[in-house]
């Protein structure tokens, strides 16, 4: 898979995001954090809907602005698919990124599509090639900084490291911790050159 990174301003500008999401929160943000509550508090609503099993029987989440219901910032999350709640958190994290990070793209009535990973372990693979739709599905930018926004949001970088270097870097010590799934863990111990 050809590799592509995110940059150094790119990063910033959503830790930035990540941090005032957290912050608006204050003490009641949790551990592991409550994404689902963060969403609430951005007027982001999010539905756990069965897709239609023909035509989006890939899709795991998607997430647009709804021009016929006064611009209600909307979240589906399916549940025909058997994501794990953890894998769901994660899900419900990247759309959140897409609307706080890609309001335009969202307003411009874009919708964003996270489809099951092909041909590997669901809970094994980024997503991010098989994410979005046609239109952009070049544009590998925008599902990165979802994921990173997704990624910093449930594993927030000071905690994160703390509990890494506490539990040795296992893997499933800090999918349990912040109940996110294993995949991301990878993710984010090697952002941070820990781990293997
Ligand atoms: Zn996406």
Redesign the pocket.
Known sequence: MEEFKLGSTDKLKIENTVQDALNSMGASVGMPVRVFDIAASKDVNIYSVVFDEIENKDVLACSFVDEDAEDERVIFIGRNMDSTPKRKRFLAA??LG?HLLHENLCRDGFV?Y?YKDRGEDSDGALAAAD??NEELHDDMD??LQ?DYFARTILMPEPLFKEKASLCGCDVETLSDTFGAPKFAVVARLEEFGLGD
Do not use: S, Y
């Open positions: 990247h759309e897409h964003f996270k994410d979005g925008v599902e979802a």
